[in-house]
Structures are given as C-alpha cells and as structure tokens.
C-alpha cells in the first residue's frame, strides 16, 4: 500500500515541478489545484477564494515560493493516506527514529505501533545517525525544484516604495550638483575635477536606478495565456497560443502600458481572426489556429507583435467603409497595405455585431492611442503572405515618465521660465516674417522646413501676457506626440539641461486647465514643465485655440 501511495503522491509532485520547469498553462495549474482539492475548498472568505481563482485562472504567475507551498500540500496528502492505511511513521517530538518502526512492523506483519524484534518500541529513543524524515522528504523535493532553475539568487523584489524613495534621493543629489556648478565664484573653492567625479557619480547612480525599473514582460504575458485559453474555449475555437520573449526586461510604466493593448490585439485576433474549427477544416488548414505574442529589442527600441494565421483583414470590406466615412475619395485606389491602416482611425469599424469579446464600440483607435501617446510609439498593420494578419508596436526606450529625471529645454516665455521635455521635441527654429500664415478664422501656422505646424504662441495660450509679437524676435520649437504635432513660440531658450519632476500636493491639473505636467527642479530656480501631451490634445478639440 505504501508504494501504491507514493507512486501517486511522486506522479503529483512531478506535475508541480513542470509548473516551475517551463511556461504552465492555465490548464496545467488547473489540474495541480484539482489534484490537490484546492478547487473544492470552502472558506468563509470571498477574498482568499479570490487569491486560489486568479492562481488557476493565471492571473497569479506560478513561482518558486508557490511551487514549494504545493509540494509541502503532497507530503500532507501523502501522511493523510499513510495514516488512512495505518502506515504512517509515528513521528517523536525531539529527534526522528533510527528505524522505522511502521515499516519495520510492516515487513514483519505486524500493526503499526507493535514493538519491533529488537524490542524497541516506536516511541523508543533514537540512535545517533538518524533517518530523515517525511518533512525532510518535502524540504528535498522543494531544494531540488529551485536547484533546478537556477544556480544562485539572479534577482530581488524591489517594494515600489523603496523606489519611489530611491528616487527622490538620486533627484535631490542632481539638484545639489546643479546648485553646485552654477554657484559662480561662491562655488570656487571645489575644483573642477571634484564636480567632474560628482558628475559621474550621479550619472552610474541614475543608470542604476533605471536598471531597477525593469521588470520582464513574463508578467504580463502569463496572464494574457489564461485570456487566450478562455475566449477560445467560449468562443468554441481551438487555438495553440505561443510566446516568446517574455523575458525582455522593460520599463515598469512601459510594461503596465502595454497590457491594454495586448489584451484588445489579442481578443481582436480571436474573435475576427481566426476561423471556427469546421471552417479551417474546408480551407484545408488545420482546424487549430496559430496566435503568436513575441517581443524584442532593437537597440533603443522595443518591438512587440502579435500574429495570427486567421483569416487576416478584408481589405475590400475596409475600403468600403472607408470611402463611407469619406477618408477615400471615390476615384482613389490605395494599396492593401494603406488600406488596413485605416482600421485606427477614430470610431472606425467593420463589425457587424457588438459581442462581449470585441467590437463593443472600442475600435483599434483605442489601440493606436495608447501606443502613441501613452507610449510614444507606432503601430503597423499587414496581411501576411501565408495567410493571417500582423499587428506590430514599436515602442521608443527612451521616453522618459512623466516624474523623475528628464533632459529638458528651459525656455523664457514673457517674465515666466518654462521647462519643455526633450523627449517630446523635434527641433528648434529661427522663424522669418515669412513663414507665418493668419488664417481666416484667428489660428496661425508656421511653415517650417516646408512642414506646416499650428502655431501656439505659449504667451497667448498661457494667459502670460503678449511678450512675443513678432516672431522673428522669438524662437520656434516643434514638438511631436504620435501624429499629433505643433510649433510652440518662446522668447528665448535659456540652455538645456537635466531637471527633476515632481507632481504637486494639490491636484492642480484638476483645479486648473492649463497644460503643466508638473513642478521642475533645476538647481537654484525652479520652473514649470509643460505638458506638451494635453497641450496637443487640447488643439485637437480646440484647433483654433
């Protein structure tokens, strides 16, 4: 009986193991649970149910100190049937017994808890070499499954706190530096190379708190595995879904921004993409469809993509109803490659029913501004030769968030100082009287470079007076946000250097509708960073602003 008993409790704990071996599946985690009676637990609270629902449906990733909790779960089930069978080791309290006396009971035919042959009983006391024991056993199998994946510690779980903290400090020690170097004569008894080593030494500290933002996409890619795996099963589709790259380390705001539009990109590839079973079948393909999630890195850019070996998009289905909303003229004839671009425009959709897994009245439009603004990136679209479609994001590393170092433009608009991210400009512009152009309605434009920007005078848009009022006394800086664009007249950039963001203590952007990101550190003086993503927002819906 004991064998037949373990013989089960190691076939389960073998299924544990793979959890941490590889890339479980919902399923996988499904079975384990079950196995172990987990899914028929009944507790009184809804919240600790809640934590078991979100471990099978894969919300939870499966890791080391789980796998262990699992594995302890088998040895109890193995000691409650060891009991049940009246095998079990009867343990003492101090020290484990030389000789098994269940066993040795056993092999003699004796009842558990008999004295052995050499007059021992089972509670006796225990020679000096003793045998481990069941817990030992477990401690075993937990040191071999984390022996398994890997050799030593790789990484630690930083509290979002202590970054935040972290932070702070690095932002603080930037300012003092900037005091420092623009102290002037008062400044002059630290020499040069000693600001030259502190300038260093900031520079390594900022690298490394950057490098403690990153947290791989797995945490967020597990998840989408159990989304995938549920929409086909309610949708009574067979897929096999494939991830790769997973272990690309992002920025954490990077990796939290990506998981909306991951989660549409692949209910879309579900729902429109892939064909049921039956029609696959009279296609000739294979009644499983084939969704891949893959993400890499390309110098300074991340590409992720999600593919399909669907049906792909209708390309004439599309133009049709783009000539309806009038975004093709009725003699145009674009490529099929410009056509499926047209899905991201705002509102646009070729669904001819709304269900709960897409098309309830959020478009790719959705999609597509979240990579642009959220992320600053792009989003292409194509049908692939072999059948299916692909949707890729490009998404630029070095945009920065919107608190804590930045490299900035300072900027004098009027008697005001202003800080404009340089992540967000494109260049700077001497203008001629030339270039202006007032059109009818009181907006203006600037021709730069032969691209034409609506122009902000910040002055105006700011309510800080009219300090600029020919523009050949100023300067023009393009800015650029996705597709969105403009030119933003200043009277003077002042230089450009690192500054620290902070958020006020006040929901100012609440009380106020001024386009500020928030309150800029730079040394000595301190400014206000303009927030060049509401500021474009706010010409969309007011263009003559």
Sequence with gaps: MRDHIRQCIDALEEKILQLEGGRPTANDVTHVLEALGLTHLKLASAQVISLLDMLADGITPVNEAIVTALLRLCEANKKFLYTLAGVLD????????????????????????????????????????????????????????????????????????????????????????????????????????????????????????????????????????????SLAQKMHKKVHFTITGDELALDKTIVESLNEPLVHLLRNALDHGLEPPEERAAAGKDETGQVVLAAWRKGETAYVEVTDDGRGLNAEKILKKARERGLVGADETPSEAEIVQFILATGFSTAEKVTDVSGRGVGMDAVANAVRVQLGGEISIENRKEGGSRFLLSIPLSRSVNEGIVDALVCRVGAETLIVPSRDVVEIYAPSPGDLVTLPGGSETMSVRDRIFHLVRLCRHLGLGDSCQDVEHGLVITVRMGELSAALLVDEILRQQQVVVTGFTVPVQEIYSLPILGFGMMGETDALVLDVEKLLNDLVQQPTA
Aim: aromatic share 2%.
């Design 90 to 229: 009867q343990p003492r309290a101090s020290a484990p017994m030389q000789i098994p006396a269940a066993e040795a009971a056993e092999s003699a035919g004796a009842p558990a808890g008999t004295p052995t042959d050499a007059g021992t009983p089972t509670n006796g006391p225990t020679a000096t070499e003793a045998a481990p024991t069941a817990a030992d056993d477990a401690d075993n199998h937990a040191e071999k499954a984390i022996a398994a994946s890997k050799q030593g510690i790789s990484s630690i779980r930083v509290p979002t706190e202590r970054l935040d903290s972290l932070i702070e400090l690095v932002g603080k020690l930037m300012v003092t530096f900037a005091v420092l170097s623009q102290g002037g004569m008062r400044g002059a008894t630290l020499s040069a190379s000693t600001l030259a080593e502190l300038d260093t030494v900031i520079n390594g500290l900022q690298t490394q708190v950057d490098a403690i933002r990153l947290v791989p996409l797995r945490q967020i890619f597990l998840p989408l595995n159990r989304l995938v795996q």
